[in-house]
């Protein structure tokens, strides 16, 4: 680490709050999928700022579209309507395909927040008292979104919560089916786990899961923020299993690094909310919303839906085949994937690839999470896939 590295790591370790740590690098600039920290290393960028940079990098379209609407105008606030956000929330119906409401946000845990609010007040209105979601699933850290996260660590401490969660196994669909009573106002699920390590349910488990709320009137709410906006080569994960929710939340990829997030309720799922029961000042705001069609409207017309499922299957392909003691394989579609090791070595190969010039995420201890640009190049993938041997060698050394 040189002096500006260091002394930047020095610095913002004295100012902020311990709850990051001291992140390993100190990035300075990106362009595409590459990116150079302050001392001028350059990285291939294969994990996105968690899946959200969807154009990479100073992307011409998002700086073209920011820049214009930041030089137009940057806020109203919800006392006054702009078109950007009404453009995005039709563009939005229209990519679900199906009649819904849109409500917009700054982040994805507000999304959340939104949607339980929603859940609350469709169980008051029908002697609904509790929600289910996933063991190991993670819906954000405010308190609303924190109380549907089945994971002890971050959760536990910070509880009581606002709303009775009751947790169920991810992927089992017996056991939702014990949960959910009619009693029960909403499920939320992510269609694959994020945060767990980019872990899919078996097949037809979303199916299932739309029949048991069905049946028993509870409303299904699919936490999209992170596995939307083309990140499995859908428009949305549920495409893939063809099973429309109730409620769907997006943020990350959505503004391609910009602030923004959605909460979408389908049909009378879009009208629970009367007027005053929620809002958020920044949410939705013109700049924020401009780039969101940018990155919308970009996806469209450079065929990235296409694109990440060649390059998507490339790489998943290009892990899959290589031999080596500490890969048991890879997991995942499209440019959302792991790469799942035998032993508790993400850390170590996460140093290990940094150093040879790749940012990956150690997303549990055992797996590396792999979630770069849309716009990543079949070459850049390459680059990755012939490197991994080395880095597994790296990752198994002490
Ligand atoms: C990242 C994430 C969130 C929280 O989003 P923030 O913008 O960090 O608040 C919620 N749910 C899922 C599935 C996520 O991946």
């Not at 190991?136 to 979104?145: E, I, K, P, T, V």
């Not at 009775?164 to 499920?187: H, I, M, Q, S, W």
């Not at 031999?323 to 032993?343: D, F, I, M, Q, S």
Request: with cysteine; net charge negative.
């Amino acid at each position: 680490m040189s002096n500006k590295s260091e002394a930047l790591s020095r610095r913002f370790e004295a100012a902020f709050m311990p709850n990051y740590g001291v992140p390993p690098v100190a990035l300075a600039r990106g362009e595409g999928s590459r990116v150079w920290d302050v001392d001028g290393a350059e990285y291939l960028d294969l994990i996105g700022g968690i899946a959200v940079s969807s154009l990479g990098h100073a992307h011409p379209a998002l700086v073209e579209a920011v820049s214009r609407q930041v030089a137009t105008l940057a806020h109203t606030s919800n006392l006054f309507l702009h078109e950007p956000e009404v453009l995005l929330a039709e563009r939005l119906i229209g990519l679900l395909g199906a009649p819904a409401r849109v409500f917009l946000t700054s982040s994805g845990t507000e999304a959340n927040e939104a949607a339980l609010k929603l859940a609350i007040k469709y169980g008051k209105a029908n002697g609904r008292p509790y929600v289910v979601a996933a063991e190991n699933g993670f819906h954000g850290r405010s308190l609303g979104a924190l109380s549907l996260t089945g994971k002890a660590s971050i959760r536990d401490q910070f509880g009581p919560f606002p709303a009775d969660v009751r947790f169920v196994p991810y992927g089992d669909a017996d056991a939702l089916k014990n949960a959910v009573t009619a009693e029960c106002a909403a499920v939320f699920l992510e269609p694959t786990q994020g945060e767990a390590g980019v872990v899919p349910p078996p097949d037809g488990y979303l199916r299932a899961v739309r029949e048991i709320c069905d049946t028993t009137g509870a409303l299904l709410v699919t936490d999209e923020i992170q596995s939307a906006i083309g990140r499995t080569g859908h428009w949305f994960a549920h495409q893939h299993d063809g099973v429309l929710p109730d409620v769907l939340t997006l943020a990350k990829g959505l503004g391609g690094g910009l602030p923004i997030g959605a909460c979408v309720g389908f049909g009378d799922a879009g009208t629970l909310f009367a007027k005053g029961d929620h809002g958020s000042t920044f949410g939705g705001n013109p700049v924020s919303a401009a780039a969101a069609l940018a990155v919308l409207d970009t996806i469209e017309s450079q065929g990235l839906l296409e694109h990440v499922k060649t390059v998507g299957t490339l790489l998943a392909e290009g892990i899959a085949s290589v031999e080596h003691p500490l890969l048991k394989g890879v997991r995942g579609r499209g440019l959302w994937l792991a790469v799942v090791l035998t032993a508790e070595r993400a850390a170590r190969f996460q140093t290990a690839a940094q150093h040879a010039g790749f940012l990956v995420n150690a997303v549990q201890p055992d797996a590396v999470r792999l979630a770069p640009p849309l716009v990543i190049t079949a070459e850049q993938v390459t680059s990755f896939v012939t490197a991994l041997p080395a880095l597994l060698d790296e990752a198994s050394h002490d």
